[in-house]
């Protein structure tokens, strides 16, 4: 799978003379998903207002538009996280996709802006998946998260019991074993909780013995949040975990682009462990 059309056509060729061999295509790749990321960043600045408000709640998505849908699929409700500074309006593609491929029951949860501690914020998910499965009738969750959503998700499913409620568990660009990005961010009380060797990382490294959630880690060579890139890959003895790599796309392009979608759909459609996702997608 492939992206195609970021760059002007009589852009590549001058790229290539100015850096020959490999050095050219791996510069293309870095260009394409640069101007990816910041494509993206200006779509979602302007979404973001729409998503300020958390979204009415139903035992099911209506349908929105008149675009084809293929049957229903059977499976849980989707809950769909957010990350740091974000909030539900990053889904808004990804939640259309779900619901024209049979999945119905998708709900995007918003957390405060404010949020300074990552087990408070676990907490408060686990009230609403808990009134999520009451209200649907069923017995348990798949969640997606993105970035920080994901991390917030796990420690949900490893230290507060939620691996009773949530089946797959799929992350997008999370920093699984913590990130240096950034080292002035951490004035935040969060982001030094996303660091490699906080309290929080190192219970998440903790025994994890019986877990019942399948986890898939998506993880992009090109993720400038991620430092190192392999942070946002799960690794734990105890965990039913699969990593998949992305190649071509950064950390915003993950829960956008088609190609991951397409991923995150085969990942929550996959209800026994021989069903696995492609061990990596190259979308750029």
């Known amino acids: 799978m492939k992206v195609t059309g970021v760059l002007p056509p009589l852009f590549i060729p001058l790229c290539r003379r100015l850096w020959p061999g490999k050095l050219a295509g791996l510069s293309m790749t870095l260009l394409r998903a640069t101007a990816l990321e910041a494509a993206i960043l200006a779509g979602h600045l302007l979404l973001y207002p729409t998503g300020l408000i958390q979204e009415r709640r139903s035992a099911v998505l209506p349908a929105t538009d008149g675009a084809a849908r293929l049957p229903v699929r059977k499976g849980p409700p989707v809950v769909l996280l957010h990350g740091f500074i974000d909030n539900r309006s990053v889904f808004v593609l990804l939640r259309r996709t779900l619901a024209q491929h049979g999945r119905q029951r998708v709900e995007s949860l918003n957390y405060s802006p404010l949020t300074c501690d990552i087990r408070i914020a676990a907490e408060l ?31 949900y499913v490893q230290c507060l019991g939620g691996d009773l409620r949530v089946r797959t568990l799929v992350t ?4 699984h074993s913590g990130t240096r990005v950034a080292p002035l961010a951490d004035a935040h009380p969060i982001v030094r909780q996303m660091r490699p060797g906080s309290a929080v990382i190192e219970e998440l490294a ?14 992009s060579d090109l ?36 190609a991951v ?3 995150i759909r085969e990942a929550l459609d996959a209800s026994h462990p021989e069903e696995r996702t492609a061990d990596g997608l190259t979308v750029a």
């Open 261 to 263: 979608a397409a991923g």
């Open 223 to 258: 993720d400038s949040l991620m430092v190192p890139l392999e942070s946002a890959c799960l690794e734990h003895a105890d965990l039913d975990a699969q990593n998949v790599r992305v190649t071509g796309i950064g950390h915003l392009a993950l829960p956008v682009h088609p």
């Open 206 to 219: 903790r025994p994890a013995t019986g877990c019942r959630t399948r986890f898939v880690s998506f993880w």
């Open 125 to 155: 998910l686990g009230r609403h998946i808990e009134e999520i499965c009451e209200r649907t009738g069923s017995a348990r969750v798949d969640i997606v998260g993105h970035s920080l959503g994901g991390l917030i998700a796990r420690y």
């Open 172 to 175: 997008l660009g999370t920093p």
